[in-house]
């Protein structure tokens, strides 16, 4: 383990984010929030006093292998969200420190759970910061230090510990080229989702608010309703569209630019993540339809809402805990399916499905005919064996950790929709579930051990387990390894 490196990236990387709180200091200002501005400028500077001793201090080995990439995401993404939880707790505006600590997880895991009760009455300083941790978090900050900062070799590693999928490549063969170019895709794709709000009618600052949420596929608004607040068809038109967008991996995006039209069109997991979003939507529609007696509004919710959980959004036009049974369970389903790797969305992931619905049929076509030869593909590509085995090792993982995170919140009390699905919502990084964390309820009723435990499942839940894993292995800190 090459410890110096790592403590050097992490370091150098806060140092980098430090400049990320003067972006609501400034916000501050223009509102005439001086001591909300005071509140991020004091963070900001605390946050590089801290981390600028150990980002001076060059390492003599800059060679990155994996264990390096997946410590320094992991190391970072603890040590970042709880600086970014000192805004919120030193302002006032969420003065319980626990409460501070699951926003921030929740912003940067791009979660949306919340325990604000009533978000408007926050400053438009700490709205916008809520925001911008649903951007920063959705791409990734390792991916935004990757492109920015000068890379040590092999930072590719640290894109495919921090993005979520089986399987993560390069757009092109330099890592951080690969990162700025996500970084261009994902920053066009937010422009045009704030012009388009903005053509809507939406505010400015609403719509950079909600753009950011929407990219990050986050879900924190600026109103209590949600989206709903607008009761504009084509806003929700804009955001169901854009939801979806943002849910497609992102390498697809740069074969568009190149002309690699077949590559787009072909690909299984895009085709699996369509067709399933349209039978939920369609499905959802039909049933909902005897409350509302209009095939208009009940196609409208149906969309929104199976674009908004599938990608693991969050955002609602409706509460859909008061829908029939069958639309219920279709919402929980989409929640665990997730969007697609390679994305900005949460959940298990479409990949992940195929990859398991594959693997089964070949388990079952050798158990039929012992001597027949039988692979995996994926795009017509054959699946190295290891992937395969990384799915499955990833499904242990993840019912494991929910099962003990669901003991532990059970000790609240609460009623079994809520915990059940509380656990569901962030290690999926959905937000809202169902029963007392419906889409019109928060996350304040919790304990504090319950609100840690949740936090720790959002970013078990974006990393994808491994990371924080390894981090914690002493086998992988001692000299030898």
């Not at 997880?105 to 300083?125: C, L, N, P, R």
């Not at 169901?240 to 787009?264: A, E, H, P, Q, S």
Request: aromatic share 12%.
């Amino acid at each position: 383990m090459n410890k110096t490196l790592v403590f050097h990236y992490v370091s150098k990387t806060l140092l980098l984010g430090s400049a990320l709180f003067l972006v609501p200091c400034l916000v501050s200002i223009v509102y005439g929030e001086k001591d909300t501005a005071l509140v991020f400028l004091i963070t900001a500077i605390c946050v590089a006093i801290v981390s600028t001793p150990l980002a001076i201090i060059r390492p003599k080995n800059k060679t990155m292998y994996a264990r390096e990439g997946l410590v320094i995401v992991a190391f970072l993404w603890l040590i970042f969200p709880l600086a970014a939880s000192i805004p919120f707790y030193i302002s006032g505006e969420i003065p319980h420190f626990a409460d501070a600590v699951f926003e921030s997880f929740s912003g940067f895991t791009t979660t949306g759970a919340t325990v604000v009760s009533d978000v408007e009455e926050m400053s438009k300083g700490m709205l916008f910061f809520r925001s911008l941790t649903h951007w920063v978090g959705g791409m990734g900050v390792l991916v935004l230090a990757v492109a920015i900062l000068p890379s040590s070799s092999n930072s590719m590693y640290l894109m495919q510990a921090e993005c979520a999928g089986p399987q993560v490549g390069k757009i092109v063969p330099r890592g951080k080229n690969s990162a700025l170019y996500l970084y261009i895709i994902y920053g066009a794709l937010t422009f045009v989702t704030f012009i388009l709000l903005c053509i809507g009618d939406m505010p400015v600052f609403d719509s950079v608010c909600h753009a950011m949420g929407i990219a990050g596929t986050g879900g924190f608004s600026v109103k209590n309703a949600g989206i709903a607040f607008y009761d504009s068809p084509y806003i929700e038109s804009v955001v169901t569209v854009m939801m979806g967008l943002f849910g497609v991996n992102f390498r697809l995006y740069y074969f568009l630019l190149i002309r690699r039209f077949k590559d787009v069109f072909k690909n299984t997991e895009f085709k699996v993540y369509v067709i399933t979003m349209a039978v939920a939507a369609a499905v959802m529609a039909a049933n909902i339809y005897p409350i509302y007696r209009s095939v208009g509004i009940s196609i409208r919710h149906g969309i929104f809402q199976a674009v908004s959980i599938m990608t693991s959004t969050g955002f609602y036009t409706a509460d859909y805990t008061l829908w029939p049974t069958l639309s219920q369970m279709i919402i929980f389903i989409l929640m665990c399916i997730g969007a697609c790797a390679g994305s900005t969305g949460g959940g298990f992931k479409v990949q992940r499905f195929i990859i398991m619905f594959k693997s089964l049929v070949k388990t079952v076509k050798k158990t039929l005919h012992p001597k027949s030869v039988n692979i995996v593909k994926s795009n017509d590509k054959t699946m190295d064996s290891s992937v395969v085995h990384g799915v499955h090792n990833y499904l242990v993982l993840y019912l494991g950790l929910s099962a003990i995170s669901l003991l532990i919140v059970a000790l609240d009390n609460m009623d079994f929709a809520t915990t059940f699905t509380s656990i569901a919502a962030c290690i999926n990084n959905m937000g809202p579930g169902f029963g007392a964390v419906g889409p019109a309820a928060n996350y304040s009723g919790f304990s504090d051990l319950s609100k840690i435990v949740l936090s720790v499942d959002m970013l078990l839940g974006r990393l994808e387990c491994f990371p924080i894993i390894i981090m914690l292995s002493p086998s992988v800190w001692r000299k030898n390894f």
